[in-house]
């Protein structure tokens, strides 16, 4: 039997919905090439050129981060602050 705490990527918030930064080396990981994306989209695909195509690229970006948080965060519940 194991009864150690699962090991979170990032934490849940503590007010809202949602995750906080990370705070594990994993989800720092994740998080910066999550702004390389965005950076290389914007370099790729300059918005007022391509809108669409950086439209789909942020939006899919967006999407996988918010899977790996789901997959290896907190679970998300609305919170309302340290009471």
Request: charged share 15%.
């Amino acid at each position: 039997m194991n009864s150690e705490k699962p090991t979170y990527w990032f934490p849940a918030k503590t007010d809202g919905w949602g995750w906080g930064l990370p705070c594990s080396w994993q989800g720092w990981a994740v998080l910066l090439a999550f702004i390389a994306s965005i950076v290389a989209d914007s370099i790729l695909f300059p918005p007022p050129l391509r809108p669409f195509a950086f439209a789909v690229w942020i939006t899919m970006a967006c999407a996988i981060l918010f899977a790996i948080c789901f997959a290896k965060g907190e679970r998300p519940v609305w919170r309302w602050g340290r009471r």
